[in-house]
């Protein structure tokens, strides 16, 4: 499983997103790997901005590696919560650069499943493409 | 915007190098990925949502490094945390002395009540055992404070004593609630409860350049 390179964890049918009339997630937001709850229904709102995220399955020995670049994909749709703590589960790495951090499955670690610029402390992004949904 | 969540707790593990601090948080899950990028860059903290007695509880539960260099940062270290996990292995005597080293630290700097627990990790390697359960407990019952063995590797207790040290916040901070209520005659709880930021917490600004990221 883990051998998989550079390709996304995704299954079409779980992986569609539902909205609730005032633009929240209509169903929970789970890990795509192990299903640990990382967003209860209706507590992040669907925003569009382009952010890189470096993939969630990078080939060891890569000679991107070897020259210091990350390999990764630029993606435009996000949940959005403002508050740290609406996250049911979640893990924060230390940061990168001068601010960015990036948001990991709390149990399972895979990632990066979203994004937090801590200069701004009330923007916390989850990439669409790289969650699952439940009931 | 309403709370979802009754209570905030901020806990650190703390303890000599090599312990297993990082993996006692960071490994819960056996289905554990491996993605370099991430352990490459390295974990800051987690936020895990537990449930006690019908109360939604948020724990941010924060790594630190054991390192003697880092033993030097003080305060902001412990700024606003309410529960500290104290780790050493049982497969090394010296980590188990160093527990006193680590608590006097926390007296120093951390909150006056702050909640202890004592966590003897590595307790599935039975065949290099320097530190007996009885001697670790013994050294609890002088402290006043809790003490489990816990397995990383095999998820021993590891859950079962982070709900532990929990429960002793909650109970805690319910207590102290309580004692305000009975003083201060009727007024509705506080939906969240925080830390309490005593006078020991100015200090912290002076350190905020320490950062938790040279470890990995
Ligand atoms: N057998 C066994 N090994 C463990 C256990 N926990 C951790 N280890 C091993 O102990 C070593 C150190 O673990 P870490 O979690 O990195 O230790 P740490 O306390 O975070 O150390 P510092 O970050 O340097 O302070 C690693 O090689 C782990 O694989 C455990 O419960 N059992
Ligand atoms: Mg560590
Ligand atoms: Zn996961």
């Known amino acids: 499983m883990a051998t998989n390179d550079n390709q996304e964890v995704q299954s079409a049918s779980d992986s569609n997103h539902q909205l609730t009339a005032d633009g929240k997630n209509a169903q929970m937001i789970i890990c795509p790997n192990c299903r640990c709850k990382i967003l209860l229904k209706k507590t992040a709102e669907l925003v569009n901005t382009d952010i890189f995220l470096p993939y969630m399955r990078v080939k060891k020995n890569t000679s991107n590696q070897e020259s210091g670049q990350v390999d990764g994909e630029q993606l435009s749709q996000f949940w959005k919560v403002d508050n740290m703590f609406t996250f049911e589960n979640v893990g924060f790495t230390k940061t990168v650069g001068s601010s960015i951090k990036y948001l990991i499955c709390a149990d399972c670690e895979i990632g990066p499943i979203g994004w937090h610029d801590i200069n701004d402390k009330t923007t916390f992004l989850i990439a669409t493409q790289r969650i699952h949904y439940s009931d | 915007m309403a709370k979802s969540y009754d209570y905030l707790f901020k806990l650190l593990l703390i303890g000599d190098s090599g312990v297993g601090k990082t993996c006692v948080l960071f490994r819960f899950s ?160 506080p939906n969240v409860h925080v830390g309490s930021q005593g006078g020991k917490d100015k200090k912290a600004n002076a350190n905020r350049s320490f950062s938790w990221c040279t470890l990995l």
Request: hydrophobic fraction near 35%; proline fraction near 0%; aromatic fraction near 8%.
């Open chain 2, 30 to 189: 056996e289905d554990a990925f491996n993605s370099t990028f991430i352990s490459t860059i390295g974990i800051d903290f987690k936020i895990r949502t537990i449930e006690l007695d019908g109360k939604k509880i948020k724990l941010q539960i924060w790594d630190t490094a054991g390192q003697e260099r880092f033993r030097t940062i003080t305060t902001a270290y412990y700024r606003g945390a309410m529960g500290i996990m104290l780790v050493f292995d049982i497969t090394n005597e010296r980590s188990f002395e160093n527990i006193k080293t680590w608590i006097r630290n926390i007296e120093e700097h951390a909150a006056s009540d702050v909640e202890k627990m004592i966590l003897g990790n590595k307790c599935d390697v039975v065949d290099k055992r320097q530190v007996s359960k009885e001697q670790a407990q013994q050294l609890a019952a002088e402290y006043g404070v809790k003490f489990s063995e816990t397995s990383a590797k095999d998820g021993h207790n590891v859950e079962e004593a982070f709900m532990t040290l929990a429960k002793d916040i909650k109970a805690k901070m319910d207590r102290k609630q309580q004692e305000n209520n009975n003083g201060g005659g009727s007024h509705s709880s």
